[in-house]
C-alpha cells in the first residue's frame, strides 16, 4: 500500500514539475508565434553558388540574419556571438544559421565565402538579387533598405539587428530582437537566446 501511495506522489511531482516547465515563458526579447508563418517559396544563392530554397530549410531549426559584408559593427559582432551561440543550441537540437547578404550588387559569392569562413565555414552566407531579396526578407519578419545616393561610393545598408527562427518544418517560429542600451550598437543577448530557444524547442515536442 505504501508503496502504491509513493509511486502515486512521484508520478503527481512529475506532472507538477513538466507542467511547470511547459508554462515557462520567453523573454521580453523574444516574439514566439503561437501559430508559426507559412513561408513563401523562394530561391537564394549560397557562397558556393549553389542555389539554397525552402527545402534547405527542412529537418532542422534555422537562425537567419541579415547583414553585409561592408558591416561596421553589427554584423560581425552579431555572428560572433553567433558562432557561440550555435554551439550551445546545436547540443539541444539540430541547427543550422543563415548570412542573408543585403547587398547582393558588393557581396559577390568569393566575398560572403570568405566572409563567413572568418566566423564558421558551416554556416550558409546566401543572397538574391533585391528583387527576390526584399520579399523573402519581409516574409521572414525582417527588413532593410539601401542608403546610395547613385553617387557610385560607398554607401551603407540598414537593416534588422534580429535573427529569425525557422522550423524544421520550415515556417517561421520566433524573433529574436537584440538588446537596445543607451551609447552602444543594438546587439543580441546570448544567454536569454539560448534559453529562448530552449523553451521554443520544448514546446514545440
Known amino acids: 500500500m505504501r508503496l502504491t501511495l509513493m509511486f502515486i506522489s512521484l508520478g503527481i511531482l512529475l506532472s507538477i514539475l ?10 521580453e526579447l523574444t516574439v514566439h508565434y503561437p501559430k508559426p508563418k507559412e513561408l513563401k517559396s523562394f530561391e537564394l544563392l549560397d557562397q558556393h553558388e549553389r542555389v539554397v530554397t525552402n527545402q534547405d530549410l527542412a529537418g532542422r531549426w534555422n537562425l537567419l540574419f541579415l547583414g553585409y559584408t561592408s558591416c561596421p559593427d553589427i554584423c560581425p559582432m552579431t555572428l560572433s556571438k553567433l558562432t557561440h551561440i550555435n554551439t550551445k543550441i546545436s547540443q539541444l537540437a539540430d541547427s543550422q544559421v543563415w548570412f542573408i547578404s543585403v547587398d547582393p550588387n558588393r557581396d559577390t559569392s568569393v566575398k560572403r565565402r570568405a566572409y563567413i569562413d572568418y566566423f564558421d565555414n558551416s554556416f550558409i552566407a546566401a543572397t538574391q538579387q533585391h528583387k527576390q531579396l ?6 521572414i519578419g525582417l527588413i532593410y533598405a539601401i ?3 547613385g553617387s557610385g561610393g ?9 535573427i529569425a527562427l525557422i522550423n ?7 524573433i529574436f530582437k537584440p538588446e537596445f542600451k543607451h551609447g552602444e550598437v543594438p546587439n ?11 523553451i521554443i524547442l520544448e514546446k514545440s515536442k
Open 134 to 139: 526584399f520579399p523573402f526578407v519581409r516574409d
Open 154 to 162: 560607398d554607401y551603407f545598408v540598414d537593416h534588422s539587428a534580429s
Open 18 to 27: 513538466t507542467a511547470c516547465k511547459s508554462d515557462e515563458i520567453v523573454s
Open 188 to 198: 543580441i543577448n546570448a544567454d536569454k537566446m539560448v534559453r529562448d530557444f530552449r
Open 147 to 149: 542608403n546610395d545616393d
Open 168 to 174: 524544421p518544418q520550415g515556417k517561421l517560429e520566433a
